[in-house]
C-alpha cells in the first residue's frame, strides 16, 4: 500500500513536470511557419526599430508588431541578401498567414518608451534569440518594480480591464499549504497583488486572533494534530517557546505521559522513545535545555564507553562523525550534562571516548 | 507599575516603556487625529491601525471569572519623497485589562528603506532595522541589513546579515551581536519567465555557538495555466540532516477539474546547540493529495488525502466538502498516530445591504485519543458575527464564540475589532 501511494504520487509529480515541459509559458504562443534570427539581424546592425517601428506609436496590446512581408523585401532582395524563399518559410510551397491569439493583458508600448523604456528592459535574452517566443515576453514581477503604486500606478485594471478571475491557477487547490514553497524562493510574485502589509502580516506576523488558521475548538483537538503532524506546527509556531506558554505555565502534560509503557526498562516498549524518535522537537519545546529530564535517565555515571546499553540517545555513527566540536573549548556545553567526568586527559572519562592513553 | 512596562536593551542600560499609556495614545491618535486621503503631495504617511477588544468568561479553570484582553496594532509607512527612501513599521501591544500587567509588545518590523527607481527592471534595494527577511533557508526576522540586487536578466541576489530578531514572549529586546548573530544570501536564477531557481545559504550563532547552516534549493515553475510545479529541499549542516524535501505539483483549469499532490520527507530541525540535537531522530515521510472541481465559478467541490508514514506506523486523513461563495460544509476524518478523529464543520457568511455582513461558522469534533488515556470525547463550537464597513478605510466587528467540550460546560466568548486605512500626502 505504501509504495503503491508513493509510486502513484511520484508518477503524478514525473507526468505533471514532463506536461510542464511541454507547454512554453504562461503567455500564448503564436503558431509561425517561419524561421527567423533575432541574434544574427542585430548582429548586423539591424536595430528593433528597423522591424518593429510600430512599437514606438502603439498604444494598445490589439496592435500588430511584426514587420511585414514588404520589409524584409528591402534587404531580401537576391542583391544585399538571399531572397530564397526555404529562407524564411518552413514550407514554401504550402504558405499559411501567422495567426496571432487573442493579447492579453493590455499595453501601451509608445507610453513605456516615452518613459525610458528600451526594449530589452522588458524582452530580455530576444537579442540571442531566434524566433522570438512567450519566454521573451516580460513576467509580472517586472512590470511591477516600477508600477509599485508609488512610482505608477498598480491597480488590477490598468493592465487587467474586463477580466472576471485574476486568480493564479496555483491559488485552486491547497493554496494554504503550498503558498509557502512558492513563496520561499521568491516572493516578488505574490507581492504583485498581496501587499505585504496586508496579507502575510496577517497570519506571519501579527497576533492571529481571528481563526483563519485553526478552528475555534482547536485548543481542545491539538493533541491530535500535534501527535500525527508536529512538524507541520513548526512551520508557523517556535515550539522550544510556543508549547511552553501554555504548558508550562499552567502544568499541563499530554496525555501519552501517564501511560504505563511511556517509560519503561530498556529492551522493553518506550512509548517515549518511539515519540522522541518520531519528533524530538516535540520533547524540546517543554523540557528545558539546562536541566533536561532525559538525563535522570540517559547519563554516563561510569564514564565508560558501552556500558549503557539501551540507554544511548545517540544516532549510530555519532562518535565517529563528531569532528571537533564546541566541547572541546567550552566546559559548560549541553554534552557535559551526561558525560560529565571532564579531566581533559587522554583515556580518562569522557574525553576518552575519542582519545585514548595513546594520545 | 511593577512589570508594565517593555524593555529594550542593547549591551546597555534598559528603557522601560509604560505600555497601557502607549496603549492609550496611539489608540486615540489614530481614531482622532489622522486624516484619510488627505490630499496630495511628494510625502506620504499610510498605514491601518487595528484595535481588538477580547472578553471571555470561562468556568475552567474554576470558579468561573471574566476577563479583558485587549490588543492595538499599527502600522505605519512613511515616504519622505524624497531619494528613493522610505520607513515602514508594524507594530502591537497587547495585555489584559483587569488586573495582569499590560507588557506584551511587539515590534514586528521597523526598517528604513532605499529603493532606487533605475531603469525598468530595477527590483533592487537596501533595508536597514527590524525585518521580515524572506531568503530561502534564511526566512526569518533579523534586526539588521538586507539587500537585494537584481544583477541581470533574471538573475537577482538577496543578502542579509544582523541579530536574531525577538521571539514570541520577548517582542522589542534587541540582542547583541555575540548573543546571536544570522547571516546568508540567496541567489535567484529566471531561465524562463514562469521558472524561477534559487539557491540559499544562512548561518546563525547564539552565545558563540554554531546553531544553523543550512543550504536550500528552491524551484517554482508556472509553465501554463494549468500546471504549477513547485520543490524544495533544506539541508542543515550544523546537524548533518536533510530537514526536508518536498516536492508538488497542482495541475488543473480543465472544465473545473484541478488535482493537487505533493510528497515530503521531513526532519526535526533543532538548533544545533541544543541539547536535543543529538538524539536519534527518523524523518517522517508524508504524501497528500487533493482533487477540486469547480462545478460554477460560485460552487465547487473538494476531496483530499494525507498520509503521514513514520517507522511501521501510517496517518491517515480525509478532507472532503462542497464549498460555495456563500460558504460551505465538510467532513473531516483521520486515523493514526496517537489519535482517532473526526469532525463536520459548516460556515457561512451573506452581505445585508452595502455595509453590513454576516457570518456564522459551526465545528463538531468526536476523537479518541487510544485506550489508557482519555476517555472518548468531543468538542462543539459556535461562532457568529457582524461586520459594519461604511467606507473600505473603516470596519467595525463584533463576534460571539462559543464552545462546549469534557473541560468546559459553558465558555463564551466576544471579540470587538474596530479597523481603519489612511493615507496623508502622496500621489494617486
Redesign the interface.
Known amino acids: 500500500?505504501?509504495r503503491f501511494?508513493?509510486g502513484a504520487?511520484?508518477a503524478?509529480?514525473l507526468l505533471?513536470?514532463g506536461?510542464?515541459?511541454a507547454?512554453?509559458?504562461?503567455?500564448p504562443s503564436i503558431d509561425y511557419d517561419l524561421i527567423f534570427s533575432h541574434r544574427s539581424h542585430l548582429a548586423r546592425e539591424t536595430t528593433c526599430e528597423t522591424c518593429h517601428a510600430n512599437a514606438l506609436t502603439s498604444t494598445t496590446s490589439e496592435d500588430n508588431l511584426l514587420p511585414k512581408m514588404a520589409l524584409c523585401l528591402e534587404c531580401h532582395n537576391g542583391q544585399k541578401a538571399s531572397d530564397a524563399c526555404e529562407l524564411c518559410h518552413v514550407n514554401a510551397s504550402n504558405l499559411r498567414p501567422t495567426v496571432r491569439p487573442p493579447v492579453h493583458p493590455e499595453f501601451d508600448h509608445k507610453a513605456?518608451m516615452q518613459r525610458?523604456?528600451?526594449c530589452?528592459?522588458?524582452h530580455?535574452?530576444v537579442e540571442t534569440a531566434g524566433m522570438a517566443g512567450?519566454?521573451h515576453?516580460?513576467?509580472m514581477?517586472?512590470c511591477w518594480?516600477?508600477h509599485d503604486g508609488?512610482?505608477a500606478a498598480s491597480t488590477c485594471d490598468l493592465c487587467h480591464a474586463g477580466v472576471?478571475?485574476l486568480k493564479?491557477?496555483?491559488h485552486?487547490?491547497?493554496f494554504g499549504?503550498?503558498h509557502q514553497?512558492?513563496?520561499?524562493?521568491?516572493?516578488?510574485?505574490c507581492e504583485m497583488c498581496h501587499a505585504r502589509?496586508q496579507t502575510?502580516?496577517e497570519c506571519?506576523?501579527?497576533?492571529n486572533?481571528s481563526?483563519a488558521t485553526h478552528?475555534?475548538?482547536f485548543l481542545?483537538?491539538h493533541?491530535?494534530d500535534v501527535?500525527?503532524?508536529a512538524?507541520e506546527c513548526?512551520s508557523c509556531h517556535?515550539m522550544?517557546?510556543?508549547c511552553s506558554?501554555c504548558h508550562l505555565e499552567?502544568g499541563i502534560r499530554s496525555?501519552?505521559h501517564?501511560?504505563?509503557e511511556w517509560v519503561s526498562a530498556p529492551g522493553t516498549r518506550n512509548l517515549h522513545a518511539d515519540r522522541?524518535?518520531?519528533?524530538?522537537?516535540f520533547?524540546?519545546s517543554c523540557?528545558e535545555?539546562d536541566s533536561?529530564t532525559?538525563v535522570q535517565c540517559h547519563a554516563d555515571p561510569d564514564n565508560v564507553r558501552g556500558t549503557q546499553a539501551g540507554y544511548d540517545?545517540?544516532?549510530?555513527g555519532?562518535a565517529r562523525?563528531a569532528g571537533e566540536g564546541?566541547w572541546h573549548d567550552?566546559a559548560g556545553?549541553?554534552?557535559f550534562?551526561c558525560h560529565q567526568n571532564v579531566t581533559r586527559q587522554a583515556g580518562v572519562g569522557f574525553c576518552g571516548y575519542c582519545h585514548g592513553a595513546a594520545d | 507599575m511593577a512589570g508594565s512596562g517593555l524593555t529594550a536593551r542593547l549591551s546597555g542600560p534598559e528603557w522601560r516603556i509604560p505600555m497601557r499609556g502607549a496603549f492609550l495614545l496611539v489608540a486615540g491618535l489614530w481614531l482622532f487625529a489622522a486624516p484619510v486621503d488627505a490630499g496630495a503631495g511628494p510625502a506620504s504617511l499610510s498605514g491601518h491601525a487595528r484595535s481588538v477588544l477580547y472578553l471571555y468568561e470561562a468556568d475552567a479553570p474554576a470558579p468561573l471569572e471574566t476577563r479583558a484582553q485587549a490588543l492595538q496594532y499599527l502600522r505605519l509607512d512613511f515616504r519622505p519623497g524624497l531619494a528613493s527612501l522610505s520607513l515602514h513599521t508594524y507594530g502591537s501591544v497587547r495585555g489584559d485589562w483587569s488586573d495582569e500587567p499590560f507588557d506584551r509588545g511587539r515590534l514586528y518590523f521597523g526598517y528604513l528603506e532605499w529603493a532606487p527607481s533605475t531603469r525598468f527592471g530595477g527590483g533592487s534595494w537596501v533595508r536597514a532595522g527590524r525585518q521580515l527577511v524572506m531568503a530561502g533557508v534564511g526566512t526569518g526576522t533579523v534586526d539588521g541589513i538586507a539587500a537585494r540586487a537584481a544583477l541581470g536578466p533574471g538573475v537577482d541576489l538577496t543578502a542579509f546579515a544582523g541579530t536574531l530578531g525577538a521571539g514570541e514572549r520577548d517582542g522589542v529586546t534587541l540582542h547583541g551581536w555575540d548573543e546571536s548573530s544570522r547571516f546568508g544570501a540567496m541567489a535567484g536564477f529566471r531561465p524562463h519567465p514562469e521558472w524561477h531557481l534559487a539557491a540559499s545559504y544562512a548561518v546563525g550563532r547564539r552565545d558563540g555557538h554554531l546553531t544553523d547552516q543550512l543550504l536550500g534549493a528552491h524551484l517554482r515553475a508556472e509553465p501554463s495555466r494549468l500546471l504549477t510545479l513547485y520543490a524544495d529541499a533544506r539541508h542543515q549542516f550544523a546537524t548533518r540532516t536533510l530537514i526536508d524535501l518536498t516536492g508538488g505539483v497542482t495541475a488543473g483549469a480543465w472544465r473545473g477539474w484541478t488535482l493537487w499532490g505533493e510528497m515530503s520527507r521531513r526532519n526535526p530541525d533543532l538548533p544545533a546547540d541544543s541539547f536535543f540535537s543529538v538524539f536519534d531522530a527518523r524523518p517522517n515521510k508524508e504524501a497528500r493529495a487533493q482533487l477540486s472541481r469547480a462545478i460554477t465559478p460560485d460552487i465547487s467541490a473538494t476531496a483530499g488525502y494525507e498520509a503521514t508514514l513514520f517507522d511501521d506506523e501510517t496517518t491517515h486523513r480525509v478532507r472532503v466538502g462542497p464549498a460555495t461563495r456563500w460558504g460551505g460544509i465538510g467532513f473531516v476524518w483521520s486515523d493514526g498516530a496517537g489519535a482517532r478523529q473526526a469532525s463536520l464543520y459548516a460556515n457561512g457568511r451573506a452581505a445585508i445591504g452595502r455595509t453590513l455582513s454576516a457570518h456564522a461558522t459551526f465545528n463538531y469534533f468526536d476523537y479518541d485519543f487510544g485506550p489508557g488515556t482519555l476517555r472518548d470525547s468531543s468538542a462543539l463550537t459556535a461562532a457568529g458575527g457582524l461586520e459594519f464597513r461604511p467606507t473600505p478605510a473603516w470596519s467595525l466587528a463584533g463576534r460571539v464564540e462559543a464552545l462546549r467540550n469534557r473541560l468546559n460546560e459553558y465558555d463564551v466568548r466576544f471579540l470587538g475589532e474596530i479597523r481603519r486605512g489612511f493615507r496623508v500626502g502622496g500621489g494617486r
Open positions: 500500500m505504501r501511494l508513493f504520487l511520484a503524478a509529480l505533471g513536470s506536461l510542464a515541459l507547454y512554453r509559458g504562461g503567455y513605456h525610458g523604456a528600451a530589452a528592459d522588458c530580455a535574452r512567450p519566454e515576453l516580460p513576467p514581477e517586472a518594480r516600477c508609488t512610482r472576471k478571475d493564479p491557477p496555483s485552486r487547490a491547497a499549504h503550498t514553497f512558492l513563496a520561499r524562493g521568491s516572493t516578488e510574485r502589509s502575510c502580516s506571519h506576523e501579527g497576533e486572533v481563526p478552528d475555534r475548538n481542545f483537538t493533541p491530535v501527535q500525527q503532524h512538524i513548526t517556535r522550544d517557546s510556543f506558554d499552567r496525555a501519552e501517564f501511560l504505563p522522541a524518535r518520531r519528533d524530538i522537537g520533547c524540546a523540557h535545555e533536561p532525559c540517545i545517540h544516532p549510530p555519532f562523525d564546541p567550552d556545553y549541553f554534552c550534562s
